[in-house]
């Protein structure tokens, strides 16, 4: 094989110098032990499209290697690409909480943001219905949490303070969804027992209903069967006497006959005919 002329000859090789600004390279660590601060995004709903994620487990764990890249990026020391193959790559049940308080805060921002400014700085002027009828409060993490009257139960503080999200939104879609595949399947009712023990979502059982009717698995086992279809009319041609004649006209005409044996005395005791007529339709 030749190529062309120049290729033999390396000193005649094109040259080429990445014009790289210094002060966006990439610094990284090599210290595993080194404590990173936890990234904090705001408007994590800006960088990630929320309405291409139909699973809330991919959705969480897509968004915990956004943060892991954010980390990578903000660290000031050399990055050693073989230690972060081998332990960065997993995530931890921390990361998954972080990454899911970040989606609650940032939809929270969105669609209870006058709760949020009211809970922030009260006043008596303004008294949101949500905020009164739901006790809101906002706790240490930044999260709309609802008081309510179960405050001496024995449940965990999660099912005494519950999560506030709103209805009609990709991110509570995903946790009904969610919720109804950890109960495999089971109905709207149980459904709510399981989101309650974490959220509080106005409406509850009108969105449950709304995702469980669009479960695939579910409308295979609760759907009705396919009815059966009433039959069309016959055509004309078969049901008249015109038709019947012309019919008739062409047939097969077949006949067989048995013998019937008595064995004991060792002759014929009977007969036994059969005359076929296949009409050609
Ligand atoms: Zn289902």
């Known amino acids: 094989m ?5 290729i033999s000859d390396e000193n005649s090789w094109p040259t080429w110098t990445p014009q790289v600004k210094q002060e966006t390279l990439l610094l990284t660590t090599t210290d595993d032990n080194e404590k990173m601060n936890p990234c904090v995004l705001n408007g994590i709903s ?17 968004t915990c290697y956004v943060f892991k890249f954010v980390n990578l990026c903000k660290s000031k020391r050399p990055y050693n690409l073989r230690k972060y193959a081998r332990h960065g790559k997993y995530i931890t049940k921390d990361e998954i909480d972080r990454a899911t308080r970040t989606w609650i805060t940032d939809i929270q921002n969105g669609k209870f943001s006058s709760e949020k400014e009211q809970l922030v700085n009260p006043s008596k002027d303004k008294n949101l219905p949500l905020v009164r009828q739901l006790r809101l409060f906002i706790d240490t993490e930044g999260v709309i949490r609802c008081a309510g009257r179960i405050h001496n139960s024995q449940l965990d503080d999660s099912a005494k303070f519950p999560v506030l999200l709103p209805k009609k939104n990709q991110f509570t879609d995903l946790i009904i969804l969610n919720a109804h595949l950890q109960m495999l399947h089971s109905g709207a009712g149980q459904t709510i027992t399981q989101i309650r023990q974490s959220y509080w979502i106005p409406s509850i059982r009108q969105c449950v209903n709304h995702i469980v009717q669009k479960c695939v698995k579910c409308r295979k086992v609760t759907g009705k069967a396919f009815p059966q279809q009433i039959s069309p009319p016959l055509p004309k041609d078969r049901v008249t006497i ?40």
Request: hydrophobic letters at 45%; a positive charge.
């Open 2 to 6: 030749q190529g062309p002329s120049w």
């Open 242 to 281: 015109r038709f019947r004649l012309r019919q008739l006209v062409l047939i097969s005409l077949d006949h067989y006959s048995l013998k019937i044996m008595d064995l004991l005395q060792n002759r014929i005791f009977a007969y036994s005919h059969v005359l076929v007529f296949v009409p050609y339709t």
């Open 46 to 62: 800006k960088i990630i499209d929320i309405s291409r994620f139909s699973s809330l487990k991919k959705l969480l764990r897509v």
